[in-house]
């Protein structure tokens, strides 16, 4: 599963709360990526760092902020929650040309 | 624009069936994978391959960079390989940020 963790797995919170994600990955790799999936539109990337400090945006990356203070760990904030935001939250990391996936987190927005 | 196109956005087959799966995409591409979701969400990397074919088991993959197309063969279908399977591009110029088809949906019956 190339070591990736992402907490907590499912969250259920009210419009206008903030909202962090997290993706914790123990082998070093530089590249991380958040992504969303929604009936309809696949996986959509939102934001994905290349190095500690180093992010950059994805497709999708209205309402969201991302942080990588560590190599090992990639946050995702909703500053301010909307039901638009109600989704399955992907975190991933990149080894070797391949792109591999956590479990997800299942978010959903009242 | 820059696009990913799945085909059959469906598809049901008995077990021991073969199948092909398309993905069509616009532009040169650095990178090209396929993933399986199975029916609990996880995501899991089948193949890398931005040009020519690779086997793993019972799966095959073929990509055809010049004319714009990837194909996954799945023989004698089990029940176990029911789920989405999704064409993921980087186009070249997009840095390293993978564009998801919308997925084949395919359940295999008993």
């Known amino acids: 599963d190339a070591g990736i963790t992402q907490s907590p797995r499912h969250k259920v919170t009210e419009t206008g709360t903030p909202v962090t994600l997290r993706c914790h990955q123990t082998?070093?790799?530089?590249?991380m990526y958040w992504y969303r999936q929604d009936p309809g539109h696949g996986l959509r990337l939102i934001h994905y760092?290349?190095?500690?400090?180093?992010?950059d945006k994805g497709e999708v990356s209205d309402g969201y902020s991302v942080s990588r203070s560590k190599t090992e760990d990639f946050l995702l904030t909703l500053e301010s929650a909307t039901s638009s935001q109600t989704s399955v939250y992907f975190c991933?990391?990149?080894?070797?040309?391949?792109?591999?996936f956590g479990s997800g987190t299942q978010l959903s927005v009242l | 624009g820059i696009q990913v196109e799945q085909s059959p956005p469906d598809l049901i087959l008995q077990e021991g069936a073969n199948s092909t799966l398309r993905c069509n995409f616009s532009?040169?591409?650095?990178?090209l994978q396929w993933f399986h979701q199975n029916p609990w969400g996880q995501l899991i990397n089948l193949f890398y391959?931005?040009?020519g074919t690779k086997q793993n088991g019972r799966l095959s993959a073929t990509t055809v960079a010049t004319e714009r197309y990837s194909l996954l063969y799945i023989s004698s279908s089990q029940t176990t390989d029911s789920g989405v399977y999704f064409c993921?591009?980087?186009?070249?110029?997009?840095?390293?940020?993978?564009?998801f088809g919308k997925g084949t949906l395919l359940t295999v019956n008993p």
């Open positions: 532009d040169s591409v650095n990178n």
């Open positions: 082998e070093n790799h530089r590249y």
């Open positions: 391959i931005p040009s």
């Open positions: 993921a591009v980087e186009f070249v110029g997009s840095n390293y940020k993978l564009t």
């Open positions: 991933a990391i990149s080894e070797k040309e391949k792109l591999f």
């Open positions: 760092s290349y190095g500690v400090k180093d992010t």
